[in-house]
């Protein structure tokens, strides 16, 4: 059976009053809260809080909308992330936590709380068995798997290592903890090509474990000490950092969908998703640059499927740009492999049906 994926379009051009507007048409029209939030429920609204300098994150304008429709249903909501592998502000939960409200994104600004897990303390982290192909124990967050239900909100855009982030990658790599990171990223240990490094050591400044040094003025990376958290791909002006995707990185993928499985296991019927496709751009919101958009802004989805909702994303960039987008973007990864195996896991189905708003 089909899924339903709801979509209304935005003018690049439009106030933020016309925008905000149109968001509250969308969830007003999809009713994807309140066929998924049960009266008084806590509410894990799982989003990103945007690397410092980096500005494609998902506004606190669209959240406070989205919040103050939750209220309605009398949910009770609170924005969480958890922190991640390499180096930045989201490290750890005292530095996130204060850089999300630089962001926007506090008790005092929005009227919810901001939970994102202190992993040095015992209990923050709960091993949840899947026993999947490549995760056995996915290891996530407490907050998130203490909530009642979950609307993930994504901000809809490129990813160095799985060609695009979406509903899927919002969830499984997002909620994971930084050990359940680390394991997502394990079969993907990068490769310097010599011929493109010019040794400006920026890899060698992000490298969260000190795994990169400059040998003859080129980038050299200890295989023995390299964690795999790609970050020096994202970062290295070149393009002179890749892995090799035939063997073994493009796990990663199917990982990352084992872990959004993991992470919804007990949310059947529980769990709603907005992708915001605006300011879509070549890499991820972890980097602290402000990366400029690929393609033209497509708008607002919404969906209780994760699964559809980023297919329908996908084949409304390819259309409006012209080209099969992310495989020119990351010509080296396979962006259907992540949906492929969503579909297969039963996360969701890659058939739909666009309402359009």
Known sequence: MKSRVYFISLDTDA????????LRMLLKESRILEQSI????????KMHFGEEGNTGFVSPGYIKIVLQELKKITAK??????NTLYKGRRLDSKSHLALAEEHGFSDKTLGVPVKIEDETKPGSVVEVDLGGQFVKRAKIVKSFLEADAVIGIAHFKGHMMTGFGGALKNIGMGVASRKGKLEQHSSAS???YADRCVGC???IKFCPVDAISLVKNK???ADGICIGCATCIGVCPNGAIDVTWEQGASKISQKMVEYTKAALLKKTGKCAFINFAIKITKECDCLAKDDPRVCPDLGIFTSLD?????????????KISGKDLFKELHPKRDW?????????IKLGTLDYELVKV
């Not at 049960?38 to 609204?45: C, G, N, Q």
């Not at 994760?306 to 390819?318: F, G, L, R, S, T």
């Open 190 to 192: 990068p490769t310097v």
């Open 201 to 203: 050591g920026e890899c």
């Open 15 to 22: 106030s933020v009053e016309k925008k905000e507007q149109s």
């Open 336 to 344: 259907q492999l992540q949906l492929n195996y969503a579909e297969k």
């Open 77 to 82: 909501p609170f924005l969480t992330d958890s």
């Open 38 to 45: 049960i009266k008084d429920s806590s509410v894990a609204v």
């Open 306 to 318: 994760p699964v559809a909702i980023d297919k329908a994303c996908v084949d409304m960039a390819n």
């Open 219 to 221: 980038a050299e990376i």
